[in-house]
């Protein structure tokens, strides 16, 4: 029994949440449906953990779906590369929901609120069903599934904020124009190889030269993807949904979505296409390289700018997807690790950073802007301690998470592209302390707008935020999990052997 329970963890890890959340969504008690979906993302996140110890004794695992063997069926994937997005999906997805149980029923109806935990565990399934698949039409449904839910649970902010309908609609539109840029190349592929498994395909490619299917196939998939990913400037649609979304959902998104087509990108560039070689090459030093930069002043410029926080948060997730893809663009083994590694870090960082801000939303029952903002930190001592650590580490300053993604980052760099683009790198970072200090002063050294108003910090809404700060300094003292794994997923990536 417990033998089929290990051969099936591939599939029940993507199962577990997608029928739970057919079943959440008729549960009429909101209460009832927080428990079941915390139970579910709880048993997820095992079902990773079991996964992750499986990896770690075979390398691999392929997991054939209806017992059809690939390449004809549909093949699940679950690697040194995979378990990484796999563990940050499951493992925020549990955190995001333990701190939804006090913020959601604050900002939605009664009646939304099991409606919402179907389309959370639904998001959740098809972004771990995204990261797991091998068949690239597979992949593509899932990308399906994880958006529609997405667009969704965006558009349940309406009833605090209008906006959040317009920011599901562009999410909707643009992300649609991203998975048919996808699928376009998908059929394209599918015309000169014959096969939608991914590794028959790169075994086909091998064997054929560049053409201009071929090229026209590979520019469509990449194009869709950093749609997805919200990389620069193709990052339109993030601001608005990360800013409307109700809070839980902000700090699921932002820590989870844009990490999965992340993923997928560095999958397509370093395994899918890894035989042509020169398309490949030509597009990290020419285009990505480059709108990373980019993306690193263009996102901290843009949050230095903005009041209201969860945009200017949004906006700082642009500069951190371009030092993500910055590091893929060097494309040497200690480049893609620090991508990866900074890919989990700020799934920590970005996670803690909004889950303070919507307690402080919570506490003062207004959207936050700076000018709100005043004089807070004093009032909600536990929150504003938990902001100062992940607000550290976003900035990269030692005994943090963030630091470690900073420093592999740069050292890749120096070793590969020179002084240049370190320096880059730690121009970007320091801008970056203009808006935290900007955050930072308003909370400790601006006077309380309201001297009456008093705020009782809750246990169950920083039990969350207490436990992924940790994580921030855990890992900012002890990175070795993270970059032991994100080492194992390069060399896998660029097919070097340890």
């Known amino acids: ?61 392929s997991y054939a779906l209806g017992n059809w063997l690939p390449p004809l069926g549909i093949e699940y994937i679950i690697d040194h590369v995979s378990i990484i997005p796999i563990i940050i999906i499951s493992g925020i997805g549990f955190l995001a929901t333990l701190f939804a149980y006090k913020i959601m ?129 193709l990052h339109i649609w993030l601001p608005r949904a990360y800013a409307y979304a109700p809070s839980a959902v902000s700090i699921l998104l932002a820590a989870t979505a844009t990490k999965a087509s992340l993923y997928i990108l560095a999958r397509i560039l370093f395994s899918v296409f890894l035989p042509s070689e020169n398309i490949v090459s030509f597009t990290l030093t020419y285009i990505i390289l480059p709108l990373s930069v980019f993306a690193m002043f263009a996102g901290t410029i843009m949050a230095i700018y903005e009041k209201d926080i969860k945009r200017l948060l949004a906006h700082s997730s642009i500069a951190q997807i371009g030092y993500i893809t910055l590091a893929f663009s060097i494309g040497t083994k200690s480049s893609v690790a620090a991508g990866f590694i900074h890919m989990s870090n700020h799934a920590l960082i970005k996670g803690g950073l909004f889950m303070a801000i919507t307690s402080i939303s919570y506490y003062i029952q207004k959207r936050v802007t700076i000018e709100n ?18 607000s550290l580490s976003l900035a990269g300053l030692p005994l943090t998470a963030g630091f470690v993604s900073k420093l592999y980052l740069i050292k890749s760099a120096i070793s590969s592209e020179g002084l240049w683009l370190s320096f880059m790198i730690l121009f970007s970072s320091a801008l ?43 890992f900012g003292l002890d990175a070795s999990l993270i970059v032991n794994s994100s080492f194992n997923a390069s060399n896998l990536l660029l097919g070097i052997n340890k």
């Open 373 to 390: 903002l005043s004089g807070l930190g004093k009032a909600m001592p536990i929150t504003f301690c938990c902001f100062i650590i992940c």
């Open 105 to 233: 029923p604050s900002e939605l109806s009664d009646s939304s609120i099991s409606k919402t935990y179907g389309l959370w565990l639904l998001a959740i399934s098809g972004l771990i069903g995204l990261v797991t698949t091998g068949d690239a039409f597979n992949l593509f449904v899932f990308l399906e599934i994880s958006s529609l839910a997405s667009v969704a649970l965006v558009a349940m902010g309406a009833k605090q904020d209008r906006q959040a309908l317009i920011a599901a609609y562009n999410y909707l539109i643009i992300g649609a124009v991203g998975a048919t840029f996808y699928v376009i190349g998908v059929g394209l592929l599918y015309a000169i190889t014959g096969t939608l498994n991914l590794a028959d395909i790169t075994s086909k490619l091998a064997l054929m030269e560049d053409n201009r299917a071929l090229i026209a196939g590979f520019g469509f998939m990449v194009v869709g993807i950093m749609i997805k990913a919200a990389v620069f400037p």
């Open 1 to 61: 029994m417990i033998d089929i329970f290990i051969n099936n963890l591939p599939i029940l890890i993507v199962t577990v949440p997608l029928m739970m959340s057919l079943f959440v969504v008729l549960v009429t008690n909101s209460h009832l449906s927080f428990l079941l979906t915390l139970a579910t993302t709880f048993i997820t996140f095992l079902i990773a953990i079991l996964l992750y110890q499986e990896v770690q004794s075979y390398s691999s695992i």
């Open 432 to 474: 970056s302390l203009i808006y935290l200090w900007k955050m930072i002063e308003a909370l400790w050294l601006s006077p309380l707008n309201n001297q009456d108003i008093k705020i009782k910090e809750k246990p169950v809404i920083y039990t969350s935020l207490l436990l992924i700060t940790f994580l921030n300094i855990y």
